[in-house]
């Protein structure tokens, strides 16, 4: 009889050795519903479940944690599920019987279990940001056109009314071409002190080694890295700009009409070898579209306590500002979307009576699960195609600010830096030896 430790040894082995090969497991499921997997059972992935839950033709399969304790929940919202440790068993058992999953883990293992998920031909929803570093996004991206899935990036408020407001005040010229934007959060997802150096007993419901996955060994510390710190550290997670840069460019990345930047600089400080640093200021540079005044235009990122400019805040009069949120300059007037709020236009006498188009409803997680029932050729809004360029100039200024004031040039069809080999190098990451992507 095979031990479990064979069997999801070489269930392993098979879900990585052939990754373009389908596996014709797609079929429709007895009851005609979208039959979930979820990666991760408490947090944003018990959150994205939930939601999914109010649409009437999914229903959850199967659940995998390397955190045992966070079955409970689920298993109280859902007591039919089937619950795994180990997410490679979950696929290797349960690919017949799904349709779909979410993952929704730590930020470095979303490259590795998405891209195996896809390998069987499973539709993807996607947590941002949609991967730890570029190189691993744009597989992402390449792997799901060649698959013909369903994908969609978990940056819900993409599909809020106050996003899609934003987006149409701007092709509707209310403020003119837009000069210039500023794009910033209160958060402070950094630590600048270096990764203590001791050893904690590691909890009994833990794989430790299963939660470190595609990172280095190391010891475990007590509530250093899990369940929530692992965002400020440099192996696992992205910062704040990679936190919530994927929510707050998408406005301007789908008003403005962008693509890839140009190039990106770093006015903050660096980033120590464990942890990312707090306070950034990230300057990007993209070329100009039908709805930009010139043939370029900068956005700014700025987190923590690093806050736009005093001028460009003034710009908004005795209206408190945001703690997060995308300031537009234009050749007409002035753009301020607080993160989540309702657009604002300045200045306010010349906006007096102005009539804000009316939009539907939508609703981020079911539109992912509609274009997954009907198939064709209708995607999600936040689809690989449009998330992942999106999640690539994120992480670029995530690796730019490892190399303060030092301008650096983007080429993304070949997805380098080709003025710093030392940038360059950080494209990519190093993976532990048996975690390797194929």
């Known amino acids: 009889m095979q031990s479990r430790r064979h069997f999801i040894r070489q269930s392993a082995a098979t879900l990585f050795a052939a990754p373009w090969v389908t596996s014709g497991l797609r079929a429709a499921s007895p009851n005609g519903k979208l039959r979930h ?24 399969v199967t659940v995998c944690d390397v955190d045992t304790r966070n079955f409970k929940r689920v298993q109280e919202k859902w007591p039919d599920v089937k619950v795994y440790q180990d997410w490679r068993e979950m696929l290797a058992k349960e690919a017949e019987n799904i ?62 009314f106050s996003e899609r407001l934003a987006v149409e005040l701007i092709h509707m010229g209310a403020i003119g071409k837009v000069k210039e934007a500023h794009t910033f959060s209160h958060k402070k997802w950094g630590d600048l002190e270096l990764r203590p150096d001791k050893s904690d007993p590691i909890p009994a419901e833990l794989n430790w080694d299963q939660w470190l996955g595609v990172a280095s060994e190391r010891s475990y510390i007590e509530k250093y890295d899990h369940p929530g710190n692992w965002r400020k550290r440099r192996d696992f997670g992205t910062g704040t700009l990679g936190d919530m840069g994927c929510h707050m460019f998408s406005g301007w990345f789908r008003s403005l009409g962008l693509a890839a930047p140009v190039s990106v600089i770093s006015k903050g400080p660096a980033p120590n070898k464990d942890n990312w640093a707090t306070d950034a200021i990230v300057e990007y540079t993209f070329k100009g ?8 235009i900068k956005v700014t990122w700025t987190d923590g306590d690093a806050r736009p400019p005093a001028e460009v805040m003034a710009l908004t009069g005795e209206t408190k500002f945001p703690q997060q949120g995308t300031i537009y300059l234009g050749t007409d007037g002035v753009l301020l979307h607080g993160h989540g709020s309702t657009p604002m236009l ?49 992480l670029l200024g995530c690796l730019a600010s490892a190399f303060p004031n030092e301008l650096l040039e983007w080429d993304a069809p070949a997805l380098k830096i080709p003025n710093s080999e030392a940038a360059n190098k950080l494209v990519r990451r190093d993976y532990r030896k048996g975690w390797e992507i194929v």
């Open 346 to 394: 300045f200045p306010k006498d010349k906006f007096t009576g102005f009539k804000y188009p009316k939009l539907e409803p939508r609703e981020h997680r079911a539109d992912y699960i509609d274009c997954c029932l009907r198939g064709g050729e209708q995607k999600p809004t936040a689809n690989f195609d449009y998330a992942g360029p999106l999640t690539e100039a994120v």
């Open 289 to 296: 579209t039908q709805h930009t005044a010139g043939e370029s």
């Open 37 to 60: 997997a979820g990666f991760g059972a408490s947090g944003m992935s018990l959150g994205d479940m939930t939601t999914m839950a109010n649409h009437p033709m999914w229903e959850l």
């Open 99 to 160: 349709d779909s999953v979410n993952v929704s883990t730590p930020d470095h293992m979303h490259g590795i279990q998405g891209l195996a998920s896809m390998n069987l031909g499973k539709h993807l929803y996607g947590q941002k940001p949609l991967a730890q570093n570029l190189w691993e996004c744009r597989q992402l991206v390449e792997r799901a056109r060649a698959k013909g899935v369903m994908t969609q990036m978990g940056i819900q408020v993409s599909s809020d």
